[in-house]
């Protein structure tokens, strides 16, 4: 969330009652600065350690379906493999 485009898709999927996460690598950054989420996950957004932190958030889900919305070329390579 710490990019325009992260900032603009958590506000549609919020206005439209989906709860929304955040996974930033800036808690200050003015993307990041935002009420419409659930919380916010600070985390590297490229490679490996995005990839742990997404793994360790996804045990506080306690089974509930998530879908991941990667923002930036980085977290959707990390991702992918």
Do not use: N, W, Y
Not at 3 to 20: D, F, H, M, S, Y
Not at 49 to 67: C, F, H, K, S, Y
Request: charge should be positive.
């Amino acid at each position: 969330m710490d990019c325009i485009t992260g900032l603009q898709t958590a506000r549609i999927l919020a206005a439209k009652g989906v709860p929304v996460i955040g996974v930033v690598a800036d808690r200050r950054h003015f993307c990041a600065r935002t009420r419409v989420t659930l919380g916010l996950v600070e985390s590297p957004t490229a490679g490996e350690p995005l990839i742990e932190r997404l793994e360790r958030l996804a045990t506080r889900l306690d089974g509930r379906p998530a879908v991941l919305l990667p923002c930036s070329d980085g977290a959707v390579l990390a991702i992918s493999r």
